[in-house]
Antibody, heavy 116, light 110 residues
Framework: QVKLVESGGGVVQPGRSLRLSCAAS????????MHWVRQAPGKGLEWVSFISYDGSNKYYADSVKGRFSISRDNSKNTLYLQMNSLRPGDTAVYSC?????????WGQGTLVTVSS | QSVLTQPPSASGTPGQRVTIFCSGSSSNIGINTVNWYQQLPGTAPKLLIY???HRPSGVPDRFSGSKSGTSASLAISGLQSEDEADYYC???????????FGNGTKVTVL
């Protein structure tokens, strides 16, 4: 069955960087678009970024454009999110989700806390 | 402030029908299909309705979706206690060039 496992979260100081990973299994990763979505504590869902199946197309929310970068390694069935210049407002659970146009199946997420 | 507007809460007694509305604009709901997600307490969101009115395998037919113009709705008929959750509408926004979620509606079963 589809399995998405995020890792790389933790506590980081404002202005620092962090890279999240999402290990995928149970489906043909190289044929599927992938998303990152986040949810701040007690808040709603916020879409962060999308990458097409081959990495040729990437889209970002305005709130992270220029600071975050999405990428993938189809040989490793792994999705990444490089987060630079982190801000306290980036504190959230970050989840990867499978979907060619919209997020379908979601992982459980990894918590990122930006605090001094 | 989300570009898709939902009421913050809705409620009903067991067996009742509850409808949640999602209001958007010509750059999102007006030209793209709508999805709905259910998030049970402490769990990851689950796709409930896709492409306006289609249910993924395993979703009970008590859940139905519709779209008209720049608005969409999710109806839950025969409300059950296990339907207590947060519900989010979502779609692609051509102006923002990104996927957008509604602010979420908390459904309470009285």
């Amino acid at each position: 069955q589809v399995k998405l496992v995020e890792s790389g979260g933790g506590v980081v100081q404002p202005g620092r960087s962090l890279r999240l990973s999402c290990a995928a299994s149970g489906f043909t990763f190289s044929s599927s678009g992938m998303h990152w979505v986040r949810q701040a504590p007690g808040k709603g869902l916020e879409w962060v970024s999308f990458i097409s199946y081959d990495g040729s197309n990437k889209y970002y929310a305005d709130s992270v454009k220029g600071r975050f970068s999405i990428s993938r390694d189809n040989s490793k069935n792994t999705l990444y999110l490089q987060m630079n210049s982190l801000r306290p407002g980036d504190t959230a659970v970050y989840s990867c989700a499978k979907g060619n146009t919209s997020p379908g199946y979601w992982g459980q997420g990894t918590l990122v806390t930006v605090s001094s | 402030q989300s570009v898709l507007t939902q009421p913050p809460s809705a409620s009903g007694t067991p067996g009742q029908r509850v409808t949640i509305f999602c209001s958007g604009s010509s750059s999102n709901i007006g030209i793209n299909t709508v999805n709905w997600y259910q998030q049970l307490p402490g769990t990851a969101p689950k796709l409930l309705i896709y492409s306006n009115n289609h249910r993924p395998s395993g979703v009970p037919d008590r859940f139905s979706g519709s779209k008209s113009g720049t608005s969409a709705s999710l109806a839950i008929s025969g409300l059950q206690s296990e339907d207590e959750a947060d519900y989010y509408c979502a779609t692609w926004d051509d102006s923002l060039n990104g996927y957008v979620f509604g602010n979420g509606t908390k459904v309470t079963v009285l």
